[in-house]
């Protein structure tokens, strides 16, 4: 052998049979897991679908700011403000969506939000149901949970808006100059964002975080 050559050997290892009977015994579960879990989350969303409209994104610029005011239309009858704050270089980056909890708005994520542009992320927050933008009148979040459990109509604490977040990532793949090949990390706070996360196979992570 040459002094400061570097050879790789390749080592193929057939199992015999006995061996060959474990390994099948092993991935057989492995198979039935992943299955489960498609199962699940073909289920899940067809729990949570509803017809689908054109998303007819509006977009507005803040000036002075690298923040813009979106908005799009989840479904009938419903369009989702939003907040993005951009990084400083441009190009492809990962995007981070922020979801605030109950009582709170997207403007509230804002430091946040800015916190993440500055490491270079896309960093995205949308208004709940009842909440920022979207809040008509006084009460109307818990008004809505209640009517919900009296006619078994609509599911304003948890299912609309992950439905609403799962409109934001199709929404945030039309955005050519922003879209990277996965959403990571994305969905931070609250119990709508692993939900999201899990169901989705563009969002790579969650990180739900409790404020108190």
């Known amino acids: 052998m040459r002094s ?44 949570i679908d509803r017809p689908r409209v054109p998303l007819a994104p509006e977009v507005t610029e ?28 441009s190009g492809r980056r990962a995007t981070v969506i922020v979801l605030h909890g109950t009582g ?5 994520m804002l430091p946040l939000l800015t916190a993440l542009a500055n490491r270079g992320f896309l960093a995205v927050s949308i208004d709940g149901r009842y909440h920022g933008e979207r809040a008509t009148r006084s009460g109307g979040y818990t008004n809505a949970i209640a009517a919900a459990y009296r006619t078994g109509k609509g599911h304003p604490f948890l299912y609309d808006t992950v439905w609403d977040v799962l409109r934001l990532v199709d929404y945030l793949a039309t955005r050519a100059r922003d879209k990277s090949a996965r959403m990571s990390p994305a969905l931070r706070h609250n119990l709508r964002a692993p939900i999201a996360a899990s169901r989705d196979p563009r969002c790579s992570s969650s990180t739900p975080r409790a404020t108190f």
């Open 104 to 108: 709170d708005s997207k403007e509230g």
């Open 4 to 47: 400061g050559a570097l050879t790789t050997i390749l080592v193929l290892l057939l199992p015999g049979p006995s061996v060959q009977d474990g390994l099948a015994q092993q991935a057989a579960p492995q198979a039935s897991t992943a299955h489960s879990a498609a199962t699940i989350r073909a289920e899940f969303l067809r729990l």
């Open 62 to 89: 803040r000036p002075g700011t690298r923040q813009e005011h979106f908005t799009f239309a989840s479904e009938g009858g419903e369009r989702v403000p939003g907040i993005a704050v951009r990084p400083a270089a």
